[in-house]
């Protein structure tokens, strides 16, 4: 176990991002990177060779998953609007904080299984072969949803920054 | 030149920065060449660059305890046995009210693999205690080395069992071919030279746990037992009785790592 220690423990900051990226609220994100470590320590000898990384954001992103259609068929919402307001106070000033606070409200309006590929790619730095494996889906399929999921979010930022739109920061970006 | 053409994936993969330097060039040459993709390429880049910037802080933030992976790793360890253990209590309990099937099943369980085991710590034996050149592969002077290399033989954290109590030294082990896998097999003697083996190694799942029980194969006898989907067979040249307090303190060191 001395060796998934060194393996998996680095890489539990990138999953509680992408955990909070999914599902926004950070209770709900701890417990669901809990359940992923948890798992992976009960599958770590069942673990084919290969990269640890996609290994561990495919339980991950499933226990999301199965998250999201147990709350569904409870019709339920898993609250998304704890911001991570606190958590940008110290790094970014107030202008930067509405920003980044902005652009991952339009994140969350994305379509989840875009939203997934682009975290997966633009975020955690998963090589296309790999977001497809954590996914289950082709390659092809990354691709297409990586350049809907781009084109959309870019609709937004540049449809909040003409609109004018209530309590919205323009973005360098946009223009 | 042959320039292929450039596709929408290549603008994507120029944005991620994974293409090859030397398409890398091509795509910037091409974007040199189309202001309006140029643009579009430079707001998904802007994007991918606030997104990480958005969602960095998160991956500073301290890891609460929850996420203590050590901790997740210790209580693995525990928790399960104690919670098969129950549920084996409960099974039996549920079929004895019914039953005398569960009484008859504890007092003489079916242990085809605890069986199987102390055959094959049986073979171990023979093969190795006797042997005056090389008892043990590694010596328990390697104790470390020993340790990790059957922990990842075994994919699990592994520990010789220090029976010095007992009055018995190790004198170290070697991985052993079981027609169920790989073993680690521990090999001890005392101060009359009376070598005694621990054979230990994953049992199937309908064998997780499984009482401590004596064994007896001609003049050598011991007992296995299995904890938490761990088997344990302990032989020696001895009445298995007489094995009885080293077996018990192997159960009671494992449970303890």
């Given at each position: 176990m001395k060796d998934m220690l060194v393996q998996v423990e680095p890489l539990i900051p990138a999953l509680r991002r992408y955990a909070r990226s999914l599902v926004r609220n950070r209770a709900n994100a701890d417990d669901l990177v809990q359940d992923c470590l948890e798992r992976a320590v009960r599958r770590w000898h069942q673990?084919?060779?290969?990269?640890v990384r996609p290994w561990l954001f495919a339980i991950l992103h499933n226990l999301a998953v199965d998250q999201f259609r147990q709350s569904a068929a409870r019709g339920r919402h898993i609250p998304i609007d704890e911001t991570n307001e606190d958590n940008f106070g110290e790094v970014a000033g107030q202008e930067q904080k509405l920003m980044y606070r902005d652009v991952l409200n339009k994140l969350a309006r994305l379509p989840e299984d875009q939203r997934a590929v682009l975290l997966l790619v633009a975020v955690e730095d998963l090589s296309y072969a790999d977001a497809a494996k954590v996914l289950n889906i082709p390659v092809g399929t990354v691709m297409s949803r990586l350049s809907r999921a781009r084109e959309r979010l870019q609709q937004e930022i540049a449809g909040s920054a003409d609109g004018a739109a209530t309590n919205v920061v323009p973005l360098r970006s946009a223009k | 030149m042959n320039h292929r053409p450039i596709t929408e994936d290549d603008l994507h993969a120029y944005v991620d920065r994974v293409l090859e330097p030397e398409r890398q060039a091509e795509v910037a040459a091409y974007l040199g060449d189309h202001p309006d993709v140029a643009k579009r390429v430079a707001a998904f880049t802007d994007q991918r660059d606030l997104l990480r910037a958005a969602l960095a802080p998160i991956a500073e933030e301290p890891l609460p305890p929850d996420l203590n992976l050590s901790r997740i790793i210790e209580q693995r360890a525990r928790r399960p046995s104690v919670v098969r253990w129950a549920i084996a209590a409960m099974l039996l309990l549920s079929v004895g009210g019914l039953s005398g099937w569960a009484i008859r099943g504890e007092l003489q369980p079916s242990p085809e693999g605890l069986v199987a085991l102390a055959r094959e710590a049986t073979a171990s034996y023979n093969v190795y205690a006797p042997d005056h050149v090389r008892p043990v592969e590694v010596r328990a002077s390697d104790a470390a080395q020993l340790v990790e290399w059957i922990s990842g033989r075994l994919h699990r954290p592994m520990k010789v069992p220090d029976l010095a109590n007992s009055g018995y030294r190790p004198m170290g082990g070697r991985l052993v071919a079981t027609e169920h896998g790989p073993a680690a097999m521990f090999m001890y003697d005392d101060d009359r030279g009376s070598r005694i083996v621990v054979l230990t190694r994953p049992m199937s799942s309908a064998d997780q746990n499984a009482p401590m029980t004596p064994q007896s194969h001609g003049d050598l006898g011991g007992f296995a037992w299995a904890d938490d989907g761990l088997g344990y067979s302990l032989v020696g040249h001895a009445a298995p009785e007489s094995l009885r307090p080293v077996a018990n303190e192997i159960r009671k060191q494992a449970r303890s790592i």
């Open positions: 673990r084919r060779d290969g990269e | -």
